[in-house]
């Protein structure tokens, strides 16, 4: 907003969404990442998109052995799925605007550790997604952006924290307003400049 962009925010929660945007600006737009076959019909009424943010993400930890393909199935179609989708509908719209994508990855994104097999998948597969754009629309003037956040106080770290067995202490990982400021810092690097990779992690206090 401070860069005079109007802020288009979706999700699946209407109640949810439509408070976001009373708190932070900007228009609601209902979507839901397990129904990419409903992107086109949704997306058709929106103008001018010159960036485009990818941060919805779903996690459940597990061993490999304990992990039915229900669960690989679901994290991978918000993960990665819903992402490579959205991004094809809007990147006409995009490449008029010579704008940006960034995909908000994690740490996980380039580490798999154990119990975090079938996100981390997802997360490498996301970074893979992001690596081939790059190189596709780099010749349209389109900059893709990976941002991979370490532990973040956020209610999908709380959720992490329950299923780990871990007592969730806010304060102990980064504040969502530094991933936040990173984000619009890679938006707005200068044209000649493109930031490919950005790791954020916790810093010293």
Same mark, same amino acid.
Not at 33 to 51: D, M
Not at 68 to 77: I, Q, R
């Given at each position: 907003?401070?860069?005079?962009?109007?802020?288009?925010?979706?999700?699946?929660?209407?109640?949810?969404?439509?408070?976001?945007?009373?708190?932070?600006?900007?228009?609601?737009?209902?979507?839901?990442?397990?129904?990419?076959?409903?992107?086109?019909?949704?997306?058709?009424?929106?103008?001018?998109?010159?960036?485009?943010?990818?941060?919805?993400?779903?996690?459940?930890?597990?061993?490999?052995?304990?992990?039915?393909?229900?669960?690989?199935?679901?994290?991978?179609?918000?993960?990665?799925?819903?992402?490579?989708?959205?991004?094809?509908?809007?990147?006409?719209?995009?490449?008029?605007?010579?704008?940006?994508?960034?995909?908000?990855?994690?740490?996980?994104?380039?580490?798999?550790?154990?119990?975090?097999?079938?996100?981390?998948?997802? %997360?490498?597969?996301? %970074?893979?997604?992001?690596?081939?754009?790059?190189?596709?629309?780099?010749?349209?003037?389109?900059?893709?952006?990976?941002?991979?956040?370490?532990?973040?106080?956020?209610?999908?770290?709380? %959720?992490?924290?329950?299923?780990?067995?871990?007592?969730?202490?806010?304060?102990?990982?980064?504040?969502?307003?530094?991933?936040?400021?990173?984000?619009?810092?890679?938006?707005?690097?200068?044209?000649?400049?493109?930031?490919?990779?950005?790791?954020?992690?916790?810093?010293?206090?």
């Amino acid at each position: 907003m401070a860069a005079g962009h109007d802020l288009i925010l979706s999700g699946r929660n209407v109640g949810a969404l439509e408070a976001l945007c009373a708190e932070v600006g900007g228009s609601a737009l209902v979507l839901d990442l397990t129904r990419p076959e409903s992107f086109e019909g949704a997306l058709a009424g929106v103008g001018r998109v010159s960036n485009v943010v990818h941060n919805a993400g779903v996690v459940e930890l597990g061993a490999v052995a304990e992990q039915g393909h229900a669960v690989w199935s679901h994290t991978l179609a918000v993960n990665v799925v819903a992402p490579a989708e959205l991004t094809r509908v809007l990147l006409p719209r995009v490449r008029a605007e010579r704008g940006s994508v960034v995909f908000v990855n994690s740490g996980a994104g380039l580490r798999a550790n154990a119990g975090w097999g079938s996100y981390a998948a997802s %997360k490498f597969g996301l %970074k893979a997604l992001a690596d081939a754009l790059r190189e596709e629309e780099a010749s349209a003037g389109v900059r893709v952006s990976s941002v991979y956040p370490g532990r973040t106080a956020t209610p999908m770290q709380a %959720k992490v924290r329950s299923q780990e067995g871990a007592a969730y202490t806010p304060e102990a990982f980064i504040d969502p307003d530094s991933v936040a400021a990173t984000i619009e810092f890679v938006l707005n690097a200068p044209r000649d400049a493109t930031l490919p990779d950005v790791s954020v992690r916790p810093g010293p206090r």
